[in-house]
């Protein structure tokens, strides 16, 4: 029996030199303002893809120019919560470093950067890691930015789940060290140890991989599509444990019906200090089960369908060494956006603001707050 042909992304993973690739050779090629077919795959790990502009596409081959490359770079901002000072920084790259001097905020809480030039990247990156943030695995084949209820400092309940969200995000974050040596060191980190990645392997996921924690009764950031969640369980608002729920996702290609949206699968209930074992858990089971052949069958969702609910949970468990307990019974009444103000445990209103496609330009006199979307900005935490 023939061995089934595996993507080709898990080739060029599996080539990367843990996601290196030839990234800091093509930055040096002045030539071109495009990157190597094969490092394209790879920077998304670090954050960002290659673009270039369609409209002008023709009428630069009619001028036997390439297209006209830029780049999109996504940060890793888990729950959305940054800083006043981190957003001013956040806005000057946009104004200094982009062509497009915009900033897009997305509705998995984070921000995006569009039309950047090859040789302002690094520039781009150094910014923001200036200011304590950084794009490590908002893309790629990982876990991308983690997703909680909005407004930590509604009640310590909601801080306490912000809290989680931000372990979760650091625990699964790629160890290598590619990123800051091509980015912020600019030069190959000494070391006697070998490189490993010991969460993800040398060739990671076989599919992104998203995650979100939520406060109920409030279901904003969609739980159950989501890869991997954790469902807050408190008494007296403090918090308990989680249940989780695993599988979500609600992707599917036209015309193919083995392709198709699934809503996550309950696993059970786990105790706040069990977290961080059973989304690693979750990971390396996805990473081990998942589908490396078809990318359209890689998400999780299709691993659990193909292994079964309880043989999937089992694993888990054998794992993480952690059994799960039933799921504690759980109601959410709202979903979406809550426009307006809220009181929060600070003394103080916070208020939630309709950006409309999430878009943020500088219009001088205007005043354009013209899809809802989760980045918060928060000055005490």
């Known amino acids: 029996m023939s061995e089934k042909k595996l993507s080709a992304n898990e080739g060029i993973k599996t080539r990367s030199?843990?996601?290196?690739?030839?990234?800091?050779?093509?930055?040096?090629?002045?030539?071109?303002?495009?990157?190597?077919?094969?490092?394209?795959?790879?920077?998304?790990?670090?954050?960002?893809?290659?673009?270039?502009?369609?409209d002008i596409r023709a009428e630069r081959k009619e001028q036997k120019l390439e297209p006209l490359h830029t780049f999109m770079l996504r940060a890793r901002v888990p729950g959305g919560v940054c800083t006043?000072?981190?957003?001013?920084?956040?806005?000057?790259?946009?104004?200094?470093?982009?062509?497009?001097?915009?900033?897009?905020?997305?509705?998995?809480?984070?921000?995006?950067?569009?039309?950047?030039?090859?040789?302002d990247i690094r520039p781009v990156i150094q910014g923001l890691h200036s200011v304590l943030l950084d794009s490590i695995a908002a893309c790629g084949d990982v876990n991308?930015?983690?997703?909680?209820?909005?407004?930590?400092?509604?009640?310590?309940?909601?801080?306490?789940?912000?809290?989680?969200?931000?372990?979760?995000?650091?625990?699964?974050?790629?160890?290598?060290?590619?990123?800051?040596?091509?980015?912020?060191?600019?030069?190959?980190?000494?070391?006697?140890?070998?490189?490993?990645?010991?969460?993800?392997?040398?060739?990671?996921?076989?599919?992104?991989?998203?995650?979100a924690v939520v406060v109920p009764p409030h279901n904003d950031v969609d739980v159950y599509t989501n890869d991997l969640g954790f469902i807050a369980i408190a008494e007296n608002g403090v918090l308990t444990g989680f249940n989780v729920t695993a599988g979500g996702g609600m992707g599917a290609t036209h015309?193919?019906?083995?392709?198709?949206?699934?809503?996550?699968?309950?696993?059970?209930?786990?105790?706040?200090?069990?977290?961080?074992?059973?989304?690693?858990?979750?990971?390396?089971?996805?990473?081990?089960?998942?589908?490396?052949?078809?990318?359209?069958h890689a998400r999780l969702k299709y691993t659990i369908d193909r292994m079964g609910v309880d043989a999937f949970r089992k694993e888990v468990e054998a794992r993480s060494g952690v059994t799960f307990a039933p799921p504690v019974p759980v109601t959410f009444t709202q979903q979406g956006d809550r426009l307006g103000w809220v009181a929060g445990e600070d003394g103080k209103h916070h208020l939630t603001l309709f950006i409309e496609n999430g878009r943020i330009l500088d219009y001088p006199y205007e005043l354009l707050i013209p899809i809802p979307v989760w980045f918060q900005v928060v000055r005490h935490i």
């Open 17 to 54: 030199n843990f996601l290196r690739g030839t990234i800091t050779d093509g930055l040096q090629n002045e030539i071109t303002g495009a990157l190597a077919a094969d490092d394209t795959q790879v920077t998304k790990f670090h954050g960002f893809y290659q673009q270039d502009d369609r």
């Open 84 to 119: 006043p000072e981190q957003w001013l920084s956040i806005n000057n790259i946009a104004d200094e470093l982009t062509m497009s001097g915009s900033i897009r905020l997305t509705t998995r809480q984070t921000f995006q950067y569009h039309g950047i030039l090859k040789g």
């Open 144 to 211: 991308r930015n983690v997703l909680a209820t909005t407004n930590p400092i509604e009640s310590s309940l909601h801080k306490a789940v912000y809290q989680w969200a931000v372990r979760i995000s650091e625990h699964l974050l790629p160890k290598t060290r590619a990123y800051h040596e091509i980015w912020i060191d600019n030069e190959k980190v000494a070391s006697s140890e070998p490189e490993d990645e010991p969460i993800y392997g040398p060739t990671y996921l076989p599919r992104k991989f998203k995650t």
């Open 255 to 296: 015309g193919e019906p083995d392709t198709y949206p699934r809503l996550a699968s309950d696993l059970g209930f786990i105790h706040p200090d069990d977290t961080l074992k059973v989304a690693e858990a979750i990971l390396t089971t996805q990473r081990d089960f998942g589908n490396r052949e078809s990318r359209k």
